[in-house]
C-alpha cells in the first residue's frame, strides 16, 4: 500500500498562500515573501508511517512552489492507493477543487483533515462524494491505524474518523489526544526541501530549522483555533527536554541546521522547565541562535537570562491589542503591564522581539487602535505583525460574532485576516477594520524605517540587510521605492548633522 501525503498548491493571482503548519493560514502579502511555516503534523505522519515499514511518501508543493501542473504530475507518479491532503478554511473550496480533480485522475482513495469544523459532518462527506475520509484532530496514529486497514477495509474501529461505508456515512467515536508525545519519531525532513522553510525572528541565520517541544496551549483565547479545533481545549502536553536538545543536536550536526525557531503554541511555559533547557542546551555546547513563539507575561528576566546564555536570539510575543480591556474580551488571560515590564527586560538583554496583535477584538474603536499603535511605538520591537481577527468556524469568536450579527461573509475565501474582514464591531465597519490594518502597517513603517532604520543605515548596508531579511524579489521593490521615494535623504540628514556635532 502507498500512503500519499501533501500540502497541495494554493496560488490566488500573483500570491501564494499558507496553509499546513500555519495556525493562521492566509495568502501572503509581498512583505511576507519568504515567510514559509514548516508543516508539522504532515511531517510527524510520514516519520510515523515509515518507522511502521509502510511506503510513505510526503509533496509540500507550497514549500516546492510547484505549479499545479506540476504537483499533479508528481502525485500521478507516485501512484498512491490513499491520498491525503491538509486543508484549511480559507483555502478549502480551492483545496476541495483540485482534490476532486486528483482523486478523478489516480483511482484512489481520499482523506483529509484540518483545522475546519465545516468538514467534519455528515452533511459535507454527502456534498462531496469524492473524498473517503476525514480525520479528526491530531491525525498521526489516524493515518497509520487506517493505512494498516486499507486491505481489508475495516475502519469501524478506528476513533476519530469520519468515512464512507459504500453509501453510508459512519462518524466514529472521538480519538484521545496523544499524551506521550515523545513516542513519536523526529518529524521527516528527507521528503520535504528542508532549507525552504523560512520563519526567522530576529534575522537568525539560515538554514533554519522549525520545531515544537509541546503541543496544546492552557491559555483559551476565543479567536485561536487549534486549542479549540486541534486539540478541543488546553490539552498541553510537553516533550522530554533531553529529547528536545537531542533533535536540535541532530539537525545542527547531521542537518546543516544553523539555527532554530519553536513554533510551539506557546513555548515558554514553565520555569522550572526552561531554566531546564537552557541549561542543558548549552551543555552541549552547540553555540547555535534560537528563537521561539511564546507568552510576554511568562518571560521574567531571571528565566531570559538562562535562556539568553543557551543562544536564545529572538522572540514572539502574541500581544493581540494595547488595551487591557480588549484583551480581557478575548480571554487571553494577560497582564499587558506584566507583559510590558517583561518585553523591556528582553529588550535590556539584548534578544530580538517580533510582537503581534489583532484588530477587530470585541469592543474595538478608533481609539483602541491608535492606542495599540501607541504601545508599539513604545516598545518599539524589532518588527511587527498586524492582523484582522477571523472568526474560524468552531471557535468561541465565531460564535459569538454570529449570534451578535457581526459576520459580514460566508466566503471561506476572504477568511484569512490579511486582505480584508469578514467581521464588523459596534464601532467599525469590515472597511474600516481593514483600513485600520494598512494605517497600522504605514505608521509602523514611518516610525520604525523612516525615522530609525533609513537615518542610521547607508544605502549600501540597507540593502544587505533587506536582502537578508526579505530575500531578492522584496528587496528589488524596496529599493525602487526607497530611490523613487528619496528615502536616502534621511540617512543624508542624519550624516550631516552627525559630522556637524564631531
Known sequence: MKILLVNPPWKQDDRTGVRAGSRWPHLKIPEEERYMPFPFYLAYATALLKKNNINAKAIDAISENLSYNEFEKKVKKFSPDLLFSEVSTPSLIHDLKLLKKLKENNKCLLAISGPDINIRSKLFLEKHEFIDFVFVGEYEHIIL????????????????????N????????KRPLL??????????????????????????????????????????CTFCAWPQLMYEGSNYRTRNVDNVVNEIEFLVKKKGFRSIYFDDDTFNIGKKRMIDFGNKLKKKNLRIPWAFMGRADLSDKETLSVLRNSGLHAVKYGMESGVQRLVDNANKNLNLKKAIKNILATKELGIKIHLTFTFGLPGETKQTIRQTINLVKFLNPDSVQFSITTPFPGTKFYEKMKKEGKIISNDWNEYDGNTKSVIKTNDLSAIELKAAQDFAYKEWYNFKHLTQRYSKLSPFNLF???????GPKFTVIKTFKYIKNKHYNYFLKNYKKEKIQI
Open 145 to 164: 491505524e487506517v493505512a494498516k486497514k486499507l486491505k481489508l477495509k475495516e475502519f469501524n474501529e478506528i476513533k476519530g474518523i469520519i468515512f464512507r
Open 166 to 173: 459504500k453509501n453510508e456515512i459512519i462518524i466514529n467515536e
Open 179 to 220: 499524551k506521550e508525545l515523545d513516542s513519536l519519531p523526529w518529524p521527516d525532513r528527507n521528503d520535504f526541501p528542508m532549507f525552504n522553510y523560512h520563519d526567522c525572528p530576529g534575522g537568525i541565520p539560515e538554514p533554519s530549522a522549525q520545531m515544537w517541544a509541546s503541543r496544546g496551549c492552557p491559555y483559551q
Open 464 to 470: 544587505i540587510m533587506c536582502l537578508k531579511e526579505n
